[in-house]
């Protein structure tokens, strides 16, 4: 008991059986009824004909704790006097989740407790599930249409609407967020249009999914004449939809800081440990150990670093290593290691680098491929380590 905060013991006594209905097995609400020999039940909940009575005893204890919203577990977080927890629930973003296919009369499912969940177990032909910021989507011209994707990006789910009308030539894209309310404001999303020549970005606002509804507003989507564009460019058309993490943006003094800190020899961003010649002049710590003079100066080289950059460092975003593989995550100089070790757009070396000493290096998808070309010989075991985790992979290489 003596390592129990105040907020966990509010938490164990307010979901004891001794605050549960005995109807609707759910926290109690005001006023509380007694029936004796069964329990206590919720103003309406006790059985009609039963003799019940005030229980203000009780009543006087619950009003001192925090009760939770109950739709908890649909992602609601508010905690508050159980005087005021009804007004709240009254207008609660979380109060009405349905299945978004129900107003397409494609899902019967009109009360579900989680989407993403939900989406999992029954639309799994809807989902998109990438660690990358940038997500392609398969544009669909047609009459009339109403498309959903799930998105889930670094555990983060979000949803995407497209329609398309009968009177309307243009494609509206919209996107929602399926995590707190609060979080929303976290993230800048924006529907690329991408063709041969050109790239058509316009930013969308994103909305909570509790606002899904059957009728939309088009000014809060993305909208593109996808028919006129893909007369001038011979249908070759893509979309894709980017949701980046705004903590994760640049800002534009990390723009002009990154530039104090570019190896003169690689051209790339120098993280710590940070060395200097005896003149003073910076140099990353992979370049130093390849040569013997500062190319700045001509000096030689001694043990010293250089703390003043080093310290600065902790204060900046880097760029993930793989930027120009389409990777645009931003990190601290403490996570960006973490990222380009578990990078899904590093390139992964052939399997048969040493043995057949392929110089062959691409993407963890293209691997494959790469083997029933190259080096249709038999079946074989690749391993590689992924998330700090051996994964072992066995493929059979003939075609």
Same mark, same amino acid.
Request: net charge neutral.
């Given at each position: ?20 209905? @005995?109807?609707?097995? @759910? ?15 919720? @103003? ?65 499912? +009109? ?19 990438? +660690? ?16 959903? =994707? ?12 497209? $329609? ?31 063709? @041969?020549? /050109?790239?058509?970005? /316009? ?63 690689? =051209? ?16 990353? =710590? ?11 100066? &001509?000096? =030689? ?26 990777? &645009? ?10 990222? +380009? ?31 029933? $070309? ?13 998330? &700090? ?11």
């Amino acid at each position: 008991m003596d390592n129990i905060t105040a907020e966990e013991l509010n938490d164990d006594l307010v979901n004891s059986d001794l605050f549960k209905c @005995k109807q609707c097995s @759910k926290i109690l609400r005001l006023p509380i009824r007694y029936v004796e020999n069964v329990g206590n039940f919720c @103003k309406g909940c006790a059985p009609i004909g039963s003799i019940s009575k005030d229980n203000t005893e009780l009543e006087n204890v619950l009003v001192k704790l925090s009760v939770p919203c109950r739709f908890e577990p649909n992602g609601c977080k508010t905690k508050c006097n159980v005087r005021l927890i009804e007004k709240h629930e009254s207008t609660c973003n979380f109060h009405s989740l349905v299945c978004p296919y129900t107003y397409f009369n494609e899902c019967n499912e +009109e009360w579900i407790t989680n989407i993403a969940d939900h989406f999992l177990k029954v639309h799994t032909h809807s989902i998109i599930i990438t +660690e990358t910021d940038t997500i392609s989507l398969n544009p669909q011209i047609g009459a009339v249409y109403n498309r959903l =994707n799930l998105l889930i990006v670094r555990n983060e789910k979000f949803l995407v609407h497209n $329609v398309k009308e009968i009177d309307d030539d243009k494609v509206y894209y919209f996107v929602y967020y399926m995590g707190d309310t609060d979080n929303v404001e976290d993230f800048i999303c924006s529907i690329d249009v991408i063709t @041969k020549s /050109t790239r058509i970005e /316009t930013n969308v606002p994103l909305m909570h999914i509790s606002m899904f509804s059957a009728i939309y507003d088009k000014t809060k989507a993305a909208n593109f004449n996808m028919t006129l564009l893909r007369e001038i460019f011979d249908d070759n058309v893509k979309v894709s939809v980017k949701i980046q993490l705004k903590s994760n943006l640049y800002s534009e003094s990390d723009e002009r800081l990154l530039n104090c800190f570019e190896c003169p020899v690689c =051209n790339a961003p120098m993280r710590p440990p940070i060395l200097q010649c005896l003149s003073g002049h910076s140099i990353c =710590n992979k370049c130093r150990p390849r040569i013997n003079h500062c190319p700045t100066c &001509r000096s =030689n080289y001694g043990s010293t670093r250089n703390y003043t950059l080093e310290n600065l460092s902790v204060s900046i975003k880097y760029p993930c290593t793989f930027r120009e593989l389409g990777c &645009r995550g931003v990190f601290s100089v403490s996570d960006i290691n973490r990222h +380009e070790n578990e990078c899904l757009l590093k390139p992964f070396n052939c399997p048969f680098s040493e043995h057949l000493h392929c110089v062959w290096d691409g993407p963890l998808n293209s691997i494959v491929g790469h083997i029933k $070309v190259v080096h249709p010989i038999r079946s074989f075991l690749i391993t590689f380590t992924w998330r &700090r985790s051996p994964i072992r992979m066995i493929i059979n290489s003939f075609t």
